[in-house]
């Protein structure tokens, strides 16, 4: 993932009620130990009764009745082309748009679940660089229109509208990077 890409995932907000009885503002994603079971995974070093549990592996989706297939079809009105990657299972989307120097990069990524057919994931990469942020913009449209709350890496979650959108890109790595990329990287050197 590229530093100014900023990533949001979208949760159906009935399926957080239907985990927690409420809507926090905050679930828990451990980057760490969900690296480390991955590669012990990888590796085969895990047996059957090993899991891992955080809020990227909760099954949201499974408790609403929304078509996959009507959340395709507007994911990729937002890109050119279709999707990269189309298998029965996973969609991934990616577009580059060119502007006066730079090239902007947004990319979107839907897993379905093998077992019912419904959403297992859902993420998209908005670029921070593109001018208006139209991309972000229209996905926090999408998440609107599907009733769904958006999730940062960092576990916060926040309804769709722009402003508390705004709020949590002002707060990411990615930001800081762009606004000011060598005390961004200073700062790392210190940590």
Known sequence: MAIYQFRLNLIPRKGVINEFGFVPNKLNINIQERNDHYYLEKDKLLDSSDFFVDA??????????????????????????????????????????KTLDISIDHDASLTLSKENGKIKQLYFRADLRENGLEFLNKFIEIAKKYDCLLMDLNGNLIVPEQKEVYKLVKFSNNYKFLKNPEEYLNNLEQS
């Open 56 to 97: 990227l592996t909760i099954k949201f989706w499974d408790s609403v009745n929304i078509l996959p297939t009507e959340i395709i079809y507007y994911i990729s009105k937002l890109f050119p082309r279709k999707p990269i990657e189309s298998k029965s299972d996973y969609y991934y989307w990616k577009h580059y748009k």
